[in-house]
């Protein structure tokens, strides 16, 4: 906004400029030519014409003399002003040159001739011819009526021009001025503009750092809060977890599982605020690697069947056959995406079916996910995408949920270079469609290896049962001031028959390690005396404990926390509340290779 005032600005004040300096310019010139213009030789002919006026009537009076009385005096005299008339006429025609009008030439040739004559009459004396005196003094006298009409003409003429030029120049005076004036309007106009445009670039400077201050702030307090809320959960969610395992009451079961789902609804409220927080924020890191697309369909189905055919619904998956098995994309949003779609269509489904189906076409990936639900009406379509948007006002008391999930799904899919649109019918359901560019991966056998990134959440009872026994003696310590998380992570290791030695703070947890030998640290972050980023910065300095294993255990859930722990030396990271079967894995792998393994990792 400020460029654009900037380049107006300045581009308004060069096109003033420049308009005035050619301006002011072509006034200029023609001022000069007007002042060239202005006859001045036509004055200076008519102060000469009148000088002659004035010696021919003199001239003619001494010849009517000389005629009447022809004297040797008068004779000399008509003499000496026939020379002085004679030689001022040769002055004006050689001062004049071309500039003596077409008018005047003729008279003065003939003034000349008649000069002449009269002087060789005077200097026949005494054979004066007093009648050719007589003829050529009427033909003198016609001349000087003549030279008084050209002259009377000639003021006329040069009066009127010389009004028309001082009307020019007085006009050329205003031009000039308004010209002038059109400079400085436009340097004061241009002063203006610049100095309100440094004021409104000041204004949004301040607005930019009081809006990053304002995301800052809002960014630590959902962090802060994120942290705060995430610890009392993770005893919540883990108490009730290790409670369920161990209650055979059906009844006190159900209500355990209450509590269960209850933790969990809190805490994917919790994650899609984060989300939400770090999209605005510009923080969301999407990857872009190889997986298993048909596994991740039947994660999806695994999920969500047993919910789905308890509403009494039919769920169906119908994947194409031209989608590939192997793609390049971030599993873990896409997951994110669709779990949120499915999730609202049970939500809002009461009979009928849910049918996830799939397409590949041109490089893209095309989900679709169809329910029969109560539909959405058409001019709502687009609100339901907007943060905290419901289609009705009461949507959100009778069914609940905050309206970010789809916000969150269809900005994730704008990140990948994807689309999420939706199309429905009231009373007849809704159709979501997710659009993504995938790039199809012809063999990566790495991905054959590895358990798919959601499922290693899906543990069947014989195998949450092997997580439970753990034979080979092991030492470990957990680094955690809260007491109710060493309970929890003390009861899901001895779910596992392994034990715990307990450190307050990271200054208690290295001099544990000085004085005995441990397998595995289980450091929390955020601790009194010494946390969690100066105890691992200290184990990687010492030598004697630099190969020991850490899994970092926070409640601080941001994607740049856990780069920050990797960076600064952990070998692993959980975030609270811990995901028990995930906690487990963790552990029973290290466990069974017998020995810490040597050396962190990167």
Same mark, same amino acid.
């Given at each position: ?29 023609? &001022? ?30 001494? $010849? ?21 008339? &004679? ?9 004049? +040159? ?13 003034? #000349?001739? *008649?000069?002449?004559?009269? =002087? ?9 011819? %007093?009648?050719? @005196? ?17 002259? *009377?003409?000639? +003021? ?72 705060? $809320? ?11 977890? *290790? ?32 989300? &939400? ?11 872009? =690697? ?35 098995? *192997? ?38 990936? $095309?989900? %679709? ?6 539909? $959405? ?66 063999? #990566? ?19 949450? =049962? ?12 957990? @680094? ?75 409640? +601080? ?31 029973? =792998? ?13």
């Amino acid at each position: 906004m400020e460029t654009k005032t900037y380049k107006f600005s300045v581009f308004l004040f060069t096109a003033i400029l420049v308009i005035s300096l050619i301006s002011g310019a072509y006034m200029l010139l023609r &001022f000069r030519s007007l002042e060239k213009s202005i006859p001045v030789t036509s004055v200076s002919q008519y102060r000469h014409l009148a000088s002659v006026l004035n010696l021919l009537t003199t001239l003619s009076t001494d $010849i009517e003399l000389t005629i009447v009385d022809y004297t040797p005096v008068r004779v000399e005299k008509t003499r000496f002003q026939l020379s002085k008339t &004679f030689s001022f006429t040769n002055q004006i025609k050689e001062s004049f +040159n071309n500039q003596i009008s077409e008018d005047l030439f003729p008279l003065l040739n003939e003034l #000349d001739t *008649l000069l002449s004559v009269f =002087k060789q009459l005077t200097d026949s004396n005494p054979e004066f011819d %007093k009648t050719r @005196a007589m003829l050529m003094h009427n033909r003198l006298k016609y001349l000087i009526i003549e030279f008084q009409d050209f002259v *009377l003409r000639m +003021n006329d003429n040069a009066i009127i021009n010389l009004g028309k030029q001082v009307r020019n120049v007085e006009i050329l005076q205003r031009s000039m001025i308004a010209a002038f004036l059109l400079v400085f309007i436009s340097a004061a106009v241009m002063t203006y503009l610049v100095f309100v445009q440094r004021r409104m670039l000041s204004a949004i400077e301040s607005a930019v750092e009081e809006a990053s201050l304002a995301n800052q702030a809002k960014s630590n307090f959902l962090a802060n809060m994120s942290h705060e $809320i995430r610890t009392p959960m993770n005893a919540i969610i883990g108490f009730t977890e *290790l409670l369920f395992m161990e209650e055979e009451n059906p009844e006190k079961k159900d209500k355990l599982r209450m509590i269960k789902t209850s933790g969990n609804n809190l805490l994917i409220l919790i994650n899609d605020i984060l989300d &939400f927080s770090k999209i605005e924020a510009g923080k969301i890191d999407i990857e872009n =690697k190889s997986f298993n697309l048909k596994t991740s369909f039947n994660y999806l189905y695994s999920m969500f069947q047993t919910k789905v055919e308890d509403n009494g619904l039919k769920f169906d998956i119908d994947i194409d056959k031209s989608v590939p098995e *192997l793609v390049n994309g971030d599993e873990h949003r896409i997951i994110q995406i669709l779990t949120n779609i499915i999730g609202n269509a049970l939500k809002f489904t009461k009979r009928g079916s849910i049918t996830i189906k799939s397409n590949y076409l041109d490089g893209k990936v $095309i989900i %679709k996910i169809v329910d029969t639900g109560m539909g $959405i009406p058409t001019n709502k379509l687009e609100h339901i995408f907007s943060a905290f948007g419901q289609a009705e006002s009461s949507t959100d008391r009778k069914f609940g949920g905050t309206g970010l999930g789809l916000a969150i799904s269809r900005q994730l899919a704008e990140l990948m270079d994807g689309s999420l649109t939706a199309g429905s019918s009231p009373g007849k359901g809704s159709v979501f469609t997710l659009e993504l560019p995938l790039s199809e991966v012809m063999d #990566d056998p790495e991905v054959h290896k590895e358990i798919p990134l959601e499922t290693k959440n899906l543990i069947d009872e014989e195998h949450e =049962k092997s997580l439970t026994a753990v034979d080979t003696p092991y030492r470990i310590l957990l @680094a955690e001031d809260n007491k109710i998380n060493q309970m929890l992570v003390k009861a899901i290791l001895k779910s596992m028959d392994l034990k715990c030695d307990i450190a307050e703070n990271g200054r208690i947890a290295i001099d544990k390690l000085a004085m005995d030998h441990y397998n595995l640290l289980l450091l929390d972050i955020q601790m009194p005396v010494m946390d969690g980023l100066e105890t691992i910065k200290y184990i990687r300095e010492d030598e004697n404990l630099k190969d020991l294993y850490v899994i970092a255990l926070t409640a +601080n859930a941001m994607v740049e926390d856990t780069d920050k722990y990797i960076n600064a030396g952990c070998n692993d990271y959980l975030s609270k509340p811990i995901d028990r079967v995930l906690f487990q894995e963790k552990i029973l =792998k290290i466990v069974e290779k017998n020995q810490m393994p040597r050396g962190f990792l990167h």
